[in-house]
DNA sequence: TTGTAGGCGTTATCAA
DNA sequence: TTGATAACGCCTACAA
């Protein structure tokens, strides 16, 4: 009975321990934790002071059991690197405040079979919200309506309109590339993409074309250049680029990877960058811009921000209706030596 | 009173409900849904239809909180770009057996405020073990002993010899890449790694002069490159190796950024890999091994293996004596073409 | 100011 | 075979 020590792998104290070592009823103890009215401040004291010798921490099961909420929210997703999900899951944890809510994190490997698994044990576990995460920002299947819990799709959009959605706005990227280009002097300017299928991809060419539209500016080569996400792909449309359109001064890449692609292949064709071409690339993935000889400009879909977002609308779903649709946010540019003035 | 039909954002369903809408007792439906015997087969056939139809998912929170467990590890980690923490949470799910373990993800972002604050929000959810990934492979501050649930570090020990601590067996890496590229015909290999303060770069120099030495053949250059795990630095001492070395037929690199700026000085110089030189990373990151040219032979860590052990040890501590100390798990050589055979 | 008691959803024990 | 009941740890009306 007398005062717990700790010891190896004890295990963890409870309200009744604390109780029982001020010598007062379990409501007490409770009130006196929670900073509730109605204790003497002697009272407080004694119980405070027990809760700190036995290391107490309330069990946040049997409070979520109580309360109705867990304060926990599940991320799902299927983006195997990791590259997509954590910025969002940081950006999340800061609006939700650290410590007040945590983050389940599921990795579906794009198997949807696993995906429903994953999903049922997240329900099973009560969490107060959901964000999906798809592995490519293109519409995906909606893991269903009816759910017990506010759902919010992040990056990939959700095929039903009934879902909420929070997508980068890659049309006014693409346009924020363009203008960025023509703002450090350039204007034959072409653009290398990479899959075709990608929606990303089709909004990005959109978002430019319309901007060169309103310049009154061509595009050089004549085409978007689509192909595949990939460095070799920079690199073998540049080679195409130059010969079709000698002249291009500017380069506005899909992604960063193909932007170093076509960094290589303008430096193999004698060209600097950015005296000769300058390069932008998408993405801003920051082991690539910063590498890169000279650093990558580069288009930030400020996944952080995403992922904020996110929880502000899971929060707002949790008490009051939940919203719908697609919203766009803003992506954000981040200028490097690549496109300096020339 | 009538059968519930889903509703849009419906309360889930409890034991309660099915017990009533199959009109049993609570204790009934609860062996029936359980699989536990003595259910007569015609009672559990409808408390499983009842189940179905109100879309039951058993409250996780209330069976932990009876069971003394709750399913959930945490995974505290340092590394703000995720690729290490990934990998290991997948090795981790795995191991525990999807569904049955879920693992709440916690980023301190390399603050030990945040850490602390991280890891009291954890205990306090009950998680049943812990996994600590450091940033960098190097001991780092134990986060105590006394705790009520079993700890394993992954990656980076713990500066605690009472922790248990799984790491990489970067020696012996050391000596495998060393002994691949003799294999492939290699006699003048260098060693370009990178912070030398990092144990890690320590521990693959150790291991790769040791197998050098075991060979009788002399590190090219003289002396092992430390500089910073970047593509510049692969570059900068490539062309000091070259100037002090021109016979150098082989570089073992510290990491595969490194060996990318070491590829680049090599073909500036007008070297061919592997032709002239074979090239060997560390880390195996696709991004990085695919992108280049030739594709980048390297080191993989195993990292998913290391969080399938570190989930094993986890639950082996649970039932049973923790163990202590430093665990060394090998690494996995993967040629590409950068190696292929002269 | 303090303590008693009920309940959150589930499982297990024991009686019916 | 079934069902009432007691936990698990906590919070909160309400009673003392």
């Given at each position: ?74 991320l799902?997703?299927?983006d195997?690197?990791g590259r997509l999900s954590i910025p969002i899951l940081m950006g999340a944890e800061d609006a ?35 964000i999906?995460v798809g592995?490519?920002p ?14 919010v799709y992040a990056y990939a959009p ?7 959605s929070l997508v980068s706005d890659n049309v006014s990227a693409g346009r924020m590339a363009?203008e960025h ?19 990303a991809?089709?909004d990005r060419?959109?978002g ?47 992604s960063d ?23 932008i690339g998408f993405d801003n993935w920051e082991?690539f811009t ?7 400009s580069s288009i930030d879909m400020n996944l952080e921000t995403l992922g904020r977002v996110a929880a502000e609308r ?12 697609v919203e766009a946010l803003p992506c954000r540019l981040v200028p490097r ?6």
């Open positions: 009975m007398g005062p717990a020590r700790q010891r190896p792998n004890a295990r963890a104290a409870t309200l009744e321990d604390v109780a029982r070592l001020a010598g007062v009823s379990i409501a007490t103890a409770s009130k006196a934790l929670n900073g509730r009215a109605h204790v003497s401040a002697a009272t407080r004291t004694i119980v405070l002071e027990a809760a700190e010798r036995l290391s107490y921490s309330p069990n946040a099961l049997a409070q979520g059991l109580l309360a109705g909420r867990t304060g926990i929210v599940g799902l997703t299927s195997l690197e939700f405040g650290a410590g007040r809510t945590s983050v389940l994190l599921c990795d579906a490997r794009g198997d949807s079979i696993r995906e429903v698994h994953h999903l049922q044990t997240l329900l099973s576990r009560r969490v107060d919200g959901l999906v592995a490519r293109d519409p995906r299947p909606s893991i269903g309506r009816n759910l017990p819990v506010p759902v959700s095929d039903d309109p009934a879902d909420l363009i280009l023509v703002q450090v002097g350039r204007r034959r300017i072409a653009h290398i993409s990479g899959d075709a299928t990608y929606g991809a089709q060419a959109t430019a074309l319309a901007e060169l539209s309103a310049r009154s500016l061509d595009l050089a080569g004549g085409r978007v250049f689509f192909g595949s996400w990939s460095e070799a792909w920079g690199r073998s449309a540049t080679r195409m680029l130059l010969a079709q359109a000698p002249e291009v001064d500017a380069v506005f890449a899909g990877q193909i932007a170093r692609g076509v960094i290589d292949a303008l430096h193999e064709a004698g060209l600097d960058v950015p005296g000769d071409v300058a390069v082991i910063t590498s890169s000889r000279p650093p990558l899971l929060s707002a779903a949790v008490d009051g209706a939940a919203g719908s649709g030596e690549s496109t300096t003035s020339a």
